[in-house]
């Protein structure tokens, strides 16, 4: 018969699950030929969702979620989907409360008459419902729930399953949203998570405790080294956000402390650490200081460690943060391999990859010379890729060998001749910053650059004579010849840029040389096609002229004060002698005053004009040309400068404000206003475009805690100093939010029982030891079972096997006491009945003292 209907309970089952298949796959059908469940109707839905059958009631809730994954109006059905919020169904269960979680906020009254059901089922047996439970509860957004939301993360703290604890630990942070004057409750709560023994429990509590109380440093010093060792065993996201809450504990409660090495100093400065034979030879040759590593910072770097193998790339840049911002050049190197390497991951990881390898080689770039080789441009990266490679090979170039230099210079004169433009002006440019690194290669790379001016890319010829243009100022001296081979290409480039660049060149460092002055030759011929000139050229051509006018002004100095002021005084006394001359005349005098007079008239008349030299009328017809052009900048331009020079007087003036030296420009890396910028972070990325802050949120990391001001190390050192068989650090933070966790009672039982095998094994020793000293000199009287009960309850040192085995000798002896009453009864000699009882308490005696001996030897 038992075999009939487990059979017949077999078939049932399989009859449930084929109707259920069959309905799901015409319901799938419906939904494929339909695209939606629109095909039925708001009153079927209805009529499902009230009715008494699960299966029925599943059908309806998957075609409400169906409708609202559909964009479609799905509010008509609350109530009716929120009365099944107290079913058993867990499946029914789930429905609801993803329906509950999206449309809770716009029913807010409704969504109240689900909470009864939601907090019986936080009292569920099974943790799966209580998980659920908990989720939707923090998950309803309306405010009035505040408090209920805050009860049930405190139920959910001492909750026995760890599932449910994460579950409290995640729902800390809603709560915190919904209402924020429950943050002195949750701040307790998320203390409490933070001693928690598992590490999947310790980690969204750490997340908690960075959007809620990211201030209150205080609460970590206690689970500091907790977190440190439980670090490993996180998930991704956790990992994430305990590097980053331990990197600002770090800051805060680290002091940067450095050593000067003793010249006498044979040793490694870190008693652990056995530095090599080199770097203490350096260390007694040049005194270099050395950070000091507190051994709490120092055992968190450690830990970071093994994080470098991580799947993670978020992880592996967050740990190369700490090493960069924490630790010494020695961590810091250990990770740059495993940093280099996600450059072949996918280009969305390897965008953000390289950004965070520019910002660490911009501080320290020889970590990264022999991984040079996976910077190298292939032909099928984007332009935001080898964008980036490219200003990574031009910042490592400086520390590399012939020949990869050589290799670098290759590629970059390569891709200055592709077709794309973009790719040709960042290449010339990458030469440039290429030659301004590193002289010796300058002289290279000028070269280079020389042999693009006959291209016919304007692009190139313009890009590469701007580069030229920095080099050139860099060292005017040896590059005269340079200059006048620019001016050469005059008649051959057709850039107005170009062009405008040669023009400067020539005015700034060609009218200096007397023996290289080609200044004035080249204006007179650009002069001719002035009015055919871009305006680009013609303001160049303008202060080519100002610079060469201004020169031939310093080399023919106008008169000096002194002359100019004895012509002004023969000026003046001209006119007196003349009438005097005329005086003597009318008055009739001899011949003699007649031909003074003459003598006087002749000397009287004006010199003719001298002649203008040549440079002087180029300027002038300059001046003429500008001030008849359409640019109004131009116009405005050739007033200034003839204003400038009219007077000679404002010869100096001109002079420091035409021929001053030029600063020295430095093209700079691309990456250099973003290198300050914090390391895994988005706005590194985003760069300027993020507005001036960066994006929201952002926050810097905080400078060290001056020397003196650090939190004390003994608060670390609480959970250290606890005894070994007291409770663990979470349960009596717990235990004031209810019962102890399951890890905490098994933890409690586990040490007991240690510590009752160690006192039993130490009996056990001391009366063997006593045996064979002979210390024993008289037997001792056998104790009976009553007083080895009354030694148990005094000392509490039992196992639960020892109280198994009493239970079981309790029962023995009262069976033995009725058989002793037996006796009694057909008995009639009280001698026999005494003899008998004690044969019966020793043999009793005996066999619980053999039981005794059992345990302790176990």
């Known amino acids: 018969m038992e075999t009939i209907s487990r059979i017949s309970s077999m078939l049932e089952a399989a009859r449930g699950l084929t109707i259920e298949a069959a309905q799901s796959a015409s319901s799938a ?54 009365k099944n919020a107290a079913s058993p169904n867990i499946e029914i269960k789930k429905l609801v409360y993803i329906y509950l979680l999206h449309h809770a906020e716009a029913e807010p009254d409704l969504a109240l008459m689900s909470i ?56 800390i942070p809603k709560c915190y949203r919904l209402d924020p004057n429950t943050l002195p409750q949750l701040t307790e709560y998320i203390s409490a998570l933070l001693g928690d023994s598992q590490y999947f429990v310790v980690g969204p509590a750490v997340t908690a405790f960075l959007e809620v109380c990211p201030d209150r440093l205080d609460l970590i010093h206690k689970h500091y080294r907790s977190l440190v060792k439980k670090l490993v065993d996180m998930d991704e996201w956790s990992q994430l956000s305990t590097l980053r809450l331990l990197t600002t504990y770090a800051r805060k409660c680290f002091p940067r402390k450095t050593r000067r090495l003793n010249k006498n100093e044979t040793k490694g400065f870190y008693e652990e650490d056995a530095p090599d034979k080199q770097n203490d030879t350096v260390g007694q040759e040049t005194g270099e200081e050395v950070v000091v590593l507190d051994p709490d910072l120092e055992l968190f770097l450690r830990a970071c460690k093994s994080l470098l193998q991580s799947r993670t790339a978020a992880v592996i840049v967050s740990v190369v943060r700490a090493y960069l ?191 290289n002055n080609i200044a004035a030759d080249v204006l007179r011929i650009l002069v001719k096609n002035f009015a055919y000139e871009p305006e680009v050229v013609k303001q160049q051509i303008v202060l080519l002229g100002a610079k060469v006018y201004l020169q031939h002004l310093l080399e023919n100095p106008p008169p000096q ?140 990391l905080p400078d060290w805690v001056p020397a003196g001001q650090e939190p004390d190390r003994s608060l670390r050192d609480v959970a250290v100093a606890e005894p070994a068989a007291a409770v663990p650090t979470v349960s009596g933070a717990a235990a004031g939010f209810g019962q102890t966790t399951a890890g905490e009672r098994l933890d409690r039982a586990l040490q007991e029982h240690e510590s ?33 009960l009354d030694e148990e309850d005094e000392e509490e040192e039992s196992s639960e096997e020892e109280e198994e085995e009493e239970t079981d000798s309790e029962e023995g002896s009262e069976e033995t006491d009725d058989e002793e009453d037996e006796d009694e009864d057909e008995e009639d000699d009280e001698e026999e009945e005494e003899e008998e009882e004690e044969e019966d308490e020793s043999s009793d005696e005996g066999d619980e003292d053999e039981k005794r001996g059992l345990i302790s030897a176990r």
């Open 325 to 515: 911002y924490l630790g010494t050049p020695e961590y810091l190197e250990s990770a740059i391999g495993p940093l280099v390497a996600l450059v072949r991951s996918p280009q969305d990881i390897q965008y953000v990859a390289l950004y965070n390898i520019v910002a660490v080689a911009l501080k320290v770039p020889r970590f990264f010379v022999k991984y040079v080789s996976h910077f190298l441009i292939h032909a099928v990266d984007p332009p935001h890729i080898w964008k980036l490679k490219l200003e990574i090979l031009t910042i490592l170039f400086p520390y590399l060998g012939m020949h990869y230099k050589g290799v670098i210079l290759s590629e970059l004169e390569h891709f200055s001749q592709s077709n794309d433009t973009e790719l040709v002006r960042e290449s010339v440019r990458a030469i440039g910053r290429c030659a301004q690194s590193d002289p010796r290669t300058s002289n290279h790379c000028l070269r280079l650059l020389l042999s693009q001016l006959s291209s016919i890319d304007e692009h190139l010829v313009s890009e590469s004579l701007t580069v030229i243009r920095h080099l050139i100022q860099q060292d005017p001296a040896s590059h005269k010849q340079t200059v006048v081979q620019l001016a050469k290409h005059l008649d051959s480039t057709a850039s107005a840029e170009a062009r405008a660049s040669i023009i400067w060149l020539v005015g700034e460092y060609a009218t200096t040389d007397a023996d």
């Open 756 to 788: 009752s095998l160690a006192a039993a094994k130490a009996r056990s020793m001391a009366a063997a030891g006593a045996a064979a000293s002979g210390t024993a000199q008289r037997p001792q009287r056998q104790k009976s079972l009553n007083e080895w």
């Open 29 to 82: 059908r419906g939904f494929k030929s339909n695209g939606s469940a629109r095909n039925v109707s708001s009153t079927q839905i209805k009529k499902l969702l009230d009715s008494r059958n699960d299966r029925d009631v599943l059908d309806g809730l998957r075609k409400v979620i169906s409708l609202m994954y559909s964009s479609e109006s799905c509010l008509q059905y609350f109530s009716a989907v929120v």
């Open 116 to 171: 009864n059901a939601i907090q019986k089922s936080l009292t569920d047996a099974n943790p799966q419902v209580r998980v659920m439970a908990l989720r939707t509860m923090s998950g309803i957004r309306v405010p009035v729930i505040s408090q209920i939301v805050s009860l049930a993360i405190k139920r959910g703290i001492g909750d026995l399953s760890p599932h449910v604890r994460k579950t409290a630990a995640l729902a």
């Open 561 to 700: 004060p002194e002359q100019a002021q004895s012509s002004s005084f023969s000026e003046k006394t001209e006119p007196v002698q003349s009438d005097e001359a005329k005086a003597w005349a009318e008055s009739g005098e001899g011949d003699n005053s007649a031909e003074k007079a003459h003598s006087s008239s002749e000397s009287r008349q004006p010199s003719p004009p001298a002649k203008e030299d040549r440079i002087t009328l180029l300027w002038r017809y300059i001046l003429l040309l500008t001030r008849y052009d359409t640019s109004y900048d131009l116009r405005d331009r050739g007033r200034l400068y003839k204003a400038l020079l009219a007077n000679p007087s404002t010869t100096q003036l001109a002079s420091l404000l035409l021929l001053a030296p030029k600063p020295v420009p430095h093209a700079a890396s691309p990456s250099e206003t973003r290198k300050d910028l914090l390391i895994g972070t988005s706005t590194l990325v985003v760069g300027p475009d993020a507005g001036p802050h960066g994006l929201s949120g952002y926050e810097p």
